[in-house]
């Protein structure tokens, strides 16, 4: 029985890895963490928790959280994980961290988050946790930097045309449409329900920072360098991600040559599922699970492919207990399915 | 042509204010106020009013508003009103407040809103402004107290029983259910469209503060005192408050009859439909209309009334602007049908 | 390991069952039956099942499903229920009916649902399956008639206050709200995208089909009639129903001891959540669980129940696994929870 | 006053004409028909039309529509259209169809909607009505094909920058996103509330009939053949359509020097709005309106074009307004601001 922490337990992320550890046969939850008020029961604060997880939600003290957690997982915001990761690498913990903190080199990350990274002694021994291109990798990290819930979806649709050379790397486009939820537990204006119910918009065309992330990925399952077009949407829903993305052929391909380039590509894969041929992935067929599904349409030189994957889940916490799975030896669908 | 101004044009209110004036064919829009960074035209704000408003909207000055406008809506939070409506009355203007300053005794509104109130001289000469039973005197206001949203929808749907003396007046049960602008535009967690999506809940049972005003207008229509039980409810959609209001009836009495009290209470109300027998109103039949659309069920002795209004329109916007009509001696249906 | 089959199983109440039978430890789906097109997995029709119920999904075979279970869960329309029932009846099999056929008498049932009633043999052995009321009774049965969605949130928030003599009975008014998958998979243009979303409306006032089983199962608590007044409505949701319960009190009692006396009527049920004084339940925080969540709140003479339910887990799928779990022994919660 | 009649009232597009029509101060609505059980007040239908038109629907009777108008709206289904535009015609009225019939040439019109064209003589004099494209020809039409909702969006933001040689006319995609009214009232599964509410997807990815409609208004442009890459999905709001369209630039440009290709494209158009450098445009902002907005975006040799406008409005029931008003000399913005 490994024993886990949640630093950050009350956001959606949090609170969905405390509702899949609470379900999960291999650990258990000894320290839960967050900004409140008073020290609160969890299951108080999400009463679906109850008789599943009534542990304690308190302020974070790092001695504490130490003693009682072999891993950890930190779901905080950008620039904050950093602040506290190290100190539970020192003290010989697994960190999991949701935040991009990890994801990108120095300068990279100060260019699209704005701030100097401040501890790029583990940024360099940080695996990326996706775990069907890093699997081997992440079996003996220390440090996990959890995928963004949109290079999830992306870079899963994406990496096996480009790996296969099958689609030109200069002309990708990722359409994606994401739930509210993508944005946090947040009182903002602009998330409240007045404003986003019957309503939809495009923002940060092309300039959001998930995107040099899905460049780096992509550009990694291949010699050649690639630059996407990347805009994210706001979509009138809680959960899920669905992600349209525009490739041009090298060749002349079918759809079903496609299909068959991402099923050995995905020749195992728990938690990815390709579409058959004229079938389309939907979001509510992977809302609260952990699956991608991936659609594949193809018309003249154009492939057309459409990812649909819970953000919170496969985007986020459920992607964040796979990582632990594999880190700790455990089936890798403990708590997922 | 009168010459309005909208202090708060920003707010979900403030906004119908200015989008129901600008296609006012009696009035011209003179001054806008709000809290803004900067000065901005209400047409950027919202880009709907283009062509139609492009007045631009700029922090409160009063004199400036004072030399433009000879009526001003204050759409303005409870306690801020006070402040300001005096200063607008003792320079002539008419002033239709549309917060709840001026709908109370000075000691119920301390009670219900916890501050004392600064201007009790106007509070004594301000008319609650529900046409339909104040009319004559809203004609002669300088000063109205515009009613609540769930206010104008409980009381429109209980005082003709009352006044006709058909029911029970100590048995009275109002259960609200309100759209999310209601509560105004905020950047509350509460708010928040991941919170209120996909849920449903009620709130201050029996302890909201537009309880003493319900029982206050409904005592007025009989000799007794009435004390209802009322239960808001927050619902995910943008607009609408409907009622479902429980009465006890004091003798045998139809549907059919019941409806024909209603008709003669409202003989020619422009704003009031009273179903047909067998018929409910629902709140898409309303939205964005000043109609407040009652329906009736009798069973044994108990009457079902079902008042559906937009909270936006009709309790709020559209009533003030209909008030206004009053005073001005325009028709009363300009710029709202 | 009992078998077990769903006959139904493609509505939205079917779908539901089979989700948390595939993750029941003490039972193993074997027969999956619907109105199809032609034979399909199940996990195909609802992706989120795949790895979890790979089970074809096949036009009923009676003798099949006999052959293959020993407990049937008829998750089919009314009328449909009782042409179905007493087959698997005689074949020894025991039947958990989640369709209205099995829980009023015959008179009642033809009165309300306008059929008569064509398995009266069975219709006296049945039992109605609200485990806090009759559990002992429900550990015997062989045919289970699973309660209605809106009387499980009504009877579980009225019973213990009549039972223990605290309200007045002839009374008391549900004002219930619920989303829309409880009007099942159906395409109708009244519960279409369109006609729901930003609408809400009343139904059915006081003639609602589950007001008769309400007033039974309240009468039964007490040694006298009970006939309330029922309104549901539609809310622009998936899932969930909010009933507010409005009584007068026989005597003065306070908030704390309502709760008192609801906590001695349940005592140790695993589902039954008796909020504390001051806080009040919501839907998000019951839906996908079997939790039926209650807030009290006192006003003078007048007390206001709120209950919450998740549609088609307490009102429906998850009170029949319940209820096999009550009459195979297991523990009750398994599946649950 | 022209007198109008609308076929096909009870639609999500008809009833939008109807209220268009009913506050157009040059046009008096004289007949209006439908499918209907009985003749019923259109205002009973929908209540929002009560005091602006209370015109009965009734069944189609050719010879009374004609004799009771000048210009008849057709609002009916594809291929229903086509039986009816030349009796109307023939009888010289005007004629305006939202259908597709009048659209595209016979062959392409057969291979797109699986239907010989019945009413090849009209088709040859029909004129696309969209105004920004064919304002003269509209004002000498007898018959309008009213452009599909996609087309609008797509070609309104494509045209300029084709027209003006900018954009590689062999790389383009469209990624829409539309509302649940786009799919027309109906009772189908697929767009019931439990199917459509949380979920998200794609259809007819690059098949979907409004693609050969686009791609010929864009060929027209230019003296290139366009094929545009086009996928609808469906969003779980009741209005709107947000295209987001992908184009190579020929040679560098910058936002602002597109922005001015539209403006000058654009000079003058009453309903089209080009959002300023650094501003996207979002659905709540044209919902219920006439407008397009459209947000130009530059990054490197890519241009992002994001436009919105309301489905039902410039999208369908508007734009046909708004050809009316040309057709017959009227302000343009008549009805429509």
């Known amino acids: 029985?490994?024993?886990?922490?949640?630093?950050?337990?009350?956001?959606?992320?949090?609170?969905?890895?405390?509702?899949?550890?609470?379900?999960?046969?291999?650990?258990?939850?000894?320290?839960?963490?967050?900004?409140?008020?008073?020290?609160?029961?969890?299951?108080?604060?999400?009463?679906?928790?109850?008789?599943?997880?009534?542990?304690?939600?308190?302020?974070?003290?790092?001695?504490?959280?130490?003693?009682?957690?072999d891993l950890v997982f930190l779901a905080l915001p950008h620039k904050v994980s950093m602040q506290f990761a190290p100190k539970f690498l020192l003290a010989g913990k697994k960190v999991i961290d949701l935040s991009a903190d990890y994801r990108l080199p120095a300068a990279v990350f100060?260019?699209?988050?704005?701030?100097?990274?401040?501890?790029?002694?583990?940024?360099?021994?940080?695996?990326?946790?996706?775990?069907?291109?890093?699997?081997?990798?992440?079996?003996?990290?220390?440090?996990?930097?959890?995928?963004?819930?949109?290079?999830?979806?992306?870079?899963?649709?994406?990496?096996?045309?480009?790996?296969?050379?099958?689609?030109?790397?200069?002309?990708?486009?990722a359409d994606s449409k994401s739930g509210v939820t993508g944005a946090g537990r947040k009182g903002l204006l602009s998330l409240s329900f007045g404003e986003v119910n019957e309503n939809l918009k495009a923002y940060k065309v092309n300039e959001h920072q998930h995107k040099p992330e899905i460049n780096q990925e992509l550009?990694?399952?291949?010699?050649?360098?690639?630059?996407i077009i990347f805009t994210p949407h706001l979509i009138p829903m809680n959960r899920g991600i669905l992600s349209t993305i525009y490739f041009k052929l090298r060749g002349e391909s079918s759809a079903k040559e496609l299909i068959k380039?991402?099923?050995?590509?995905?020749?195992k894969e728990p938690f990815i599922r390709?579409?058959?041929?004229?079938?389309?992935?939907?979001?509510?067929?992977?809302?609260?699970?952990?699956?991608?599904d991936i659609g594949v349409v193809?018309?003249?030189?154009?492939?057309?492919?459409?990812?649909?994957?819970?953000?919170?889940?496969?985007?986020?916490?459920?992607?964040?207990?796979?990582?632990?799975?594999?880190m700790c030896g455990f089936d890798e669908r403990e708590g997922l399915v």
Request: aromatic content about 6%; hydrophobic content about 45%; proline content about 5%.
């Open 274 to 292: 390709i579409m058959p041929e004229g079938a389309l992935p939907q979001i509510r067929d992977v809302v609260s699970t952990n699956y991608c």
């Open 110 to 173: 100060q260019k699209w988050y704005g701030a100097e990274h401040t501890d790029q002694d583990n940024l360099g021994k940080a695996v990326y946790g996706l775990p069907e291109l890093y699997r081997d990798k992440i079996k003996k990290a220390s440090l996990i930097a959890n995928p963004g819930c949109y290079p999830t979806s992306i870079i899963l649709a994406a990496a096996p045309l480009i790996k296969e050379d099958i689609v030109k790397v200069d002309t990708i486009i």
């Open 219 to 227: 550009s990694k399952v291949t010699s050649k360098v690639v630059d």
């Open 1 to 69: 029985m490994v024993k886990v922490a949640v630093v950050g337990a009350t956001g959606y992320t949090g609170e969905e890895i405390v509702k899949i550890l609470a379900r999960h046969r291999e650990v258990k939850i000894t320290a839960l963490s967050a900004i409140v008020d008073k020290p609160m029961k969890i299951s108080e604060m999400f009463p679906s928790l109850e008789g599943k997880c009534d542990l304690i939600c308190r302020e974070l003290d790092i001695a504490e959280v130490t003693a009682a957690a």
């Open 261 to 267: 380039a991402f099923r050995k590509f995905y020749p």
């Open 298 to 326: 193809v018309s003249g030189m154009n492939a057309v492919i459409v990812s649909c994957i819970d953000n919170l889940t496969k985007g986020a916490a459920g992607q964040a207990v796979q990582n632990m799975n594999i």
